[in-house]
């Protein structure tokens, strides 16, 4: 079965940067779509940038010039760069499939905290 490990959070001032990483128990590459998902306190969990097998991607409006969404397929990683953090950041950071998420694969996530 496949295992969906995120890292990488933490607390961090506005204007910082973090790098998430989802690292998978077995091979992605069937899947077409990888996506980052974000749930803040309070909040629905919302979608905040995808990427295809061919590396195309796509972003919330709310992350867009900020966040860099990347994938190693060989390495069965998919990787969120993020940029100029604000408070509004704030969120567990969770992976999955993209759009249509699997929800078996949902896991703990990771703690993104930005707070001056």
């Known amino acids: 079965q496949v295992q969906l490990v995120e890292s990488g959070g933490g607390l961090m001032q506005p204007g910082g940067s973090l790098r998430l990483s989802c690292a998978a128990s077995r091979s992605f590459f069937s899947v077409n779509t990888m996506g980052w998902y974000r749930q803040a306190p309070g909040k629905q969990r919302v979608l905040v940038a995808v990427i295809t097998r061919g590396g195309n991607t796509n972003y919330a409006d709310s992350v867009k010039g900020r966040f860099t969404i990347s994938r190693d397929n060989a390495k069965n990683t998919v990787y969120l760069q993020m940029n100029s953090l604000k408070p509004e950041d704030t969120a567990v950071y969770y992976c999955?499939?993209?759009?249509?998420?699997?929800?078996?694969?949902w896991g703990q996530g990771t703690q993104v905290t930005v707070s001056s």
């Open positions: 999955n499939v993209g759009y249509l998420y699997e929800k078996e694969y």
